[in-house]
């Protein structure tokens, strides 16, 4: 068996190498983008494996493996993001360790998620996900409001207590208009992004790209990049 933190070591040391060139293609500084690394479906130990290697933040997209791993990992000094589609019984929990929520695509969560994270005492940086395939009114299959529904969610984050607005999120969609184009879909997410901040100026996160095109997301902008694949492997199941 190779040993992991080698393995580990050596797709960080890649991630880190597309990540830096794509910045510099785009000239953009490194610091400009932040790396989160999505450990969904790995242990607590891999975790705690890319913390020595240096990594900040780590992503999760399901409370019912997230909860346990951010407690066996709570000596760590880590920011975790919530990526996926969150079920409102699953605020509270999520309100108690996660750092950064990237999936709020509905009103109701921004409800129950204040509630949450007042009744936690904490404060939740939020970004609203964006489903670029989405018909007005609808959401999208990989989760996300469709874009006329943006400036509502952000307004009602802003104005919800124990939560922040950080910004926008999306998914390169599977289908629709932007099938296959990661980089125009990036792009249109960065024009609602700057739409976004003439209202909000604070709101200047976007966080955009994964294994497969995380430089079509550098290149149009993103801030956070969302890795899983690329540093962990291939993942054993859907995750
Ligand atoms: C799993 C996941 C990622 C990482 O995807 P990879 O292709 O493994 O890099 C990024 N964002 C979200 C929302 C995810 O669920």
């Given at each position: 068996m190779t040993d992991r933190r080698t393995e580990l070591a050596g797709?960080?040391?890649?991630?880190?190498?597309?990540?830096?060139?794509?910045?510099?293609?785009?000239?953009?500084k490194r610091e400009e983008v932040t790396l989160v690394v999505v450990t969904k479906t790995y242990p607590a130990s891999d975790v705690r494996i890319l913390h020595e290697l240096g990594v900040r933040h780590v992503a999760e997209n399901r409370d019912q493996d997230a909860?346990?791993?951010?407690?066996?990992?709570?000596?760590?000094?880590l920011t975790w993001?919530?990526?996926?589609?969150?079920?409102t019984n699953k605020?509270?929990?999520?309100?108690?360790?996660?750092?950064?929520?990237?999936s709020i695509d509905r009103i109701r969560l921004v409800t129950a998620l204040s509630a949450a994270a007042v009744r936690a005492g904490r404060e939740l940086d939020c970004l609203v996900q964006v489903a670029l395939d989405a018909e007005e009114g609808a959401r999208g299959d990989r989760g996300g409001v469709a874009p006329g529904g943006v400036e509502e969610l952000a307004a009602a984050i802003e104005g919800a207590s124990g939560l922040r607005l950080g910004g926008l999120m999306t998914v390169a969609p599977l289908a629709g208009p932007f099938e296959g184009r990661p980089r125009a879909a990036f792009e249109r997410l960065m024009e609602f992004s700057s739409g976004l901040r003439i209202g909000h100026p604070a709101a200047n996160m976007v966080s955009a790209g994964m294994s497969a095109d995380l430089e079509e997301a550098v290149a149009a902008g993103a801030t956070l990049v969302r890795v899983g694949t690329a540093v962990l492997g291939v993942r054993p199941r859907l995750g």
């Amino acid at each position: 068996m190779t040993d992991r933190r080698t393995e580990l070591a050596g797709n960080l040391a890649s991630v880190e190498e597309r990540i830096a060139a794509a910045c510099a293609a785009a000239g953009r500084k490194r610091e400009e983008v932040t790396l989160v690394v999505v450990t969904k479906t790995y242990p607590a130990s891999d975790v705690r494996i890319l913390h020595e290697l240096g990594v900040r933040h780590v992503a999760e997209n399901r409370d019912q493996d997230a909860a346990p791993k951010a407690a066996a990992c709570a000596d760590l000094d880590l920011t975790w993001h919530f990526v996926g589609q969150l079920q409102t019984n699953k605020v509270r929990s999520v309100a108690t360790y996660a750092d950064v929520v990237q999936s709020i695509d509905r009103i109701r969560l921004v409800t129950a998620l204040s509630a949450a994270a007042v009744r936690a005492g904490r404060e939740l940086d939020c970004l609203v996900q964006v489903a670029l395939d989405a018909e007005e009114g609808a959401r999208g299959d990989r989760g996300g409001v469709a874009p006329g529904g943006v400036e509502e969610l952000a307004a009602a984050i802003e104005g919800a207590s124990g939560l922040r607005l950080g910004g926008l999120m999306t998914v390169a969609p599977l289908a629709g208009p932007f099938e296959g184009r990661p980089r125009a879909a990036f792009e249109r997410l960065m024009e609602f992004s700057s739409g976004l901040r003439i209202g909000h100026p604070a709101a200047n996160m976007v966080s955009a790209g994964m294994s497969a095109d995380l430089e079509e997301a550098v290149a149009a902008g993103a801030t956070l990049v969302r890795v899983g694949t690329a540093v962990l492997g291939v993942r054993p199941r859907l995750g």
